[in-house]
């Protein structure tokens, strides 16, 4: 897989329709971003915003009897959505690792996790079977599991939900992946590993030059990880920017509404040492089966006021970020854009108030 120093992945207009009983689901509706060598991109929206299946469709995961996936998706210049599924096997791993939301169900529950770290060492080297076991252990030390050299040996039921995590983490990290896409991969941690693995990763960009998406719900990861932030909402990018725009200058009103409810970002956690996460907002997502004609946040918008939010999809629009700098760019026809101004959008969410966030 080729590497440098241009963009390790380019999505453009993304699209993924699911088959459901209901209809037909548009879960994400042209997203477009672009992830630098070296960068970390954070993917941030509520539950069912579509953070999951637009990455599972980046690498094929999705059954294709349901799934129906369009746009581009350029690895290094190559597009995976086009690829022959041998060339996607072979990219999955040293071109693209991924860390899935639901450890359990990526886990081979039949194969002890040493086997599964060794196959997949082995898949894409050459490499003794000897050695890729000093490997596996290697990084399970890494991740922080306890007592490696026994944890080589168990099966995926034996562990803990954070340990099953921390082995998806090791399997995505073992060979090098030039994209990692990891979903969640921390939230069953506690802070101590979550630091450990953080670092790793950093470590692995800084050698690697590997690009990263990381999709959470911890602001605390996203201000400690991220360069860029990517907002999702009703499978939409409606606001993204760098992390110091998108989370100190919010422009988009669901992207307001979500951090309004946090405290100062400048400020320490809180006195348990708890960072909150994104808030949420009052309302309902809309059903990727229904969504609305017009703005796809309209329904929720406490701000809504130009007659085109309830016909017309606002464009995403530059609103932010000088020349030379990374865009900072929003979907909306919000009346105020101004960053940091008092607007309706402070005065129906409530202005930022510590302890009031929650998840
Ligand atoms: N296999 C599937 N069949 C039908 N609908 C699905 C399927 N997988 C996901 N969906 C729907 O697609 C939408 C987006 O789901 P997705 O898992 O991507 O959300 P998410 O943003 O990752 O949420 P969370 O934060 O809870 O992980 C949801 O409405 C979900 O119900
Ligand atoms: S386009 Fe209109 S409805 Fe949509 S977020 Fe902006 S103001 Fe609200
Ligand atoms: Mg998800």
Known sequence: MPSGTGPVLEVEDL????????????????????????ETVAVVGESGSGKSVSVLALLGLLPARVATVTGRALLHGEDLLTMSPER????R????????????????????????????????GEVSKADARRRAVELLGEVGLPDPGRAVDRYP???????????????????????????????ALDVTVQAQIIDLVEKLQAERGTGVVWITHDLGVVA?????????????????????????????????????????LAAPAGPDGVVPDLATVPGVPPA????????????RC?????????TEQPPLVQVGGGPGALPHRAATWCEDRTPGAASAVDRTFGAASPGEGGS
Do not use: K
Request: charged share 20%; glycine share 12%.
């Open 288 to 299: 990727p089966t229904d969504l609305p004609p017009g703005c796809v946040f309209w329904p």
């Open 88 to 91: 996607l096997r072979q990219v």
């Open 157 to 187: 039921h034996e562990l803990s939900g954070g340990m099953r995590q921390r082995v998806m983490i090791a399997i995505a990290l073992s060979n090098s992946p030039g994209l990692l896409i990891a979903d969640e991969a921390t939230t």
């Open 93 to 124: 791993g040293p071109g693209a690792g991924m860390v899935f939301q639901d450890p359990m169900t990526s886990l081979n529950p039949v194969l002890t996790v040493g086997r599964q770290l060794v196959e997949g060492i082995r898949a894409h």
């Open 302 to 310: 406490p701000v809504r006021s130009d007659p085109r939010c309830e």
């Open 224 to 264: 400690g990880i991220a360069d860029r932030v990517l907002v999702m909402y009703g499978g939409r990018c409606v606001e993204d920017g760098t992390v110091d725009d998108v989370l100190e200058r919010p422009v988009h009103p669901y992207t307001r509404g979500l951090l309004g409810a946090l405290p100062d």
């Open 15 to 38: 699209q993924v329709d699911l088959r459901t009983p209901r209809g037909t689901a548009h879960v994400v509706n042209g997203l477009s971003y672009t992830v630098g060598h070296g």
